[in-house]
């Protein structure tokens, strides 16, 4: 079936430090991939999608590309804030699947000023 | 666009009371909702998939008579946890379909369901 691999956590940075958080699928044929924010004691929120091979993802500095080749779509940002302190997942869906997600476990971000 | 509200934001019972939880979609129609348990630091997991007029599709090892889930309209889907336990205390977070891909999910602020 498939599944999502997360860097796991925590990760701790300091303000405008760069952002990678590693990402990888297993999935037969072409999902689309997702990458969502959650802040405390909050829900989830999109923060990017892409929804083929090659596509880059990218909204509020951070950017994902959708690599067949590798099987990834790592999360990443060049100069995090204090306010980007969430945790963030990864996930993939199918829309033959009534877009139904498969999510990874999460990693949590914390920076520091 | 694309909100998804969900009522009440908090909620404390009593053991052995029934607790009903809402998921709206605020600006668009929505056949099909999820709801999902979340654990302290853990990640999502999928309880039931709700399908506007249609009886709900459960997980496996999700009591069915336990969580009743019904999607009576294509903008609201609700979850009543039935005679409540300390052990079901959790955070219950729904999400819609977003029809125009059929695939991005957009979620709920969540419920935090505390039974003493």
């Known amino acids: 079936g498939d599944s999502v691999t997360q860097m796991e956590g925590p990760v701790t940075l300091s303000e405008e430090a760069c952002l990678t958080i590693n990402c990888t699928y297993t999935a037969t044929g072409y999902p689309s991939l997702f990458w969502y924010v959650q802040y405390p004691g909050e829900g989830l929120q999109l923060l990017l999608k892409a929804t083929k091979a090659d596509d880059k993802g990218s909204n509020k500095g951070f950017e994902a590309t959708y690599r067949k080749e590798t099987t990834s779509f790592h999360l990443e940002k060049g100069s995090v804030q204090v306010s980007d302190s969430a945790v963030y997942f990864c996930?993939?869906?199918?829309?033959?699947?009534?877009?139904?997600?498969?999510f990874g476990d999460g990693t949590t971000l914390t920076v520091k000023p | 666009g694309a909100v998804v509200s969900q009522h009440p934001s908090r909620v404390i019972c009593k053991s052995g009371t029934s607790v009903k939880i809402e998921c709206r979609s605020l600006?668009?129609?929505?056949?099909?909702m999820f709801w999902y348990r979340q654990f302290p630091k853990k990640s999502l997991m999928l309880m039931a998939t709700s399908n506007e007029g249609s009886k709900a599709t459960y997980e496996q090892g999700v009591e069915k008579d336990k969580f009743l889930i019904n999607h009576a309209s294509l903008t609201l889907s609700t979850l009543t946890v039935t005679s409540a336990h300390p052990e079901d205390s959790s955070f219950y977070i729904c999400?819609?379909?977003?029809?125009?891909?059929?695939?991005?999910?957009?979620f709920g602020p969540g419920t935090r369901l505390l039974v003493l």
């Open positions: 996930a993939l869906s199918r829309n033959t699947n009534a877009g139904k997600s498969t």
């Open positions: 600006d668009f129609q929505a056949t099909t």
């Open positions: 999400s819609a379909i977003w029809t125009s891909d059929g695939e991005t999910q957009y």
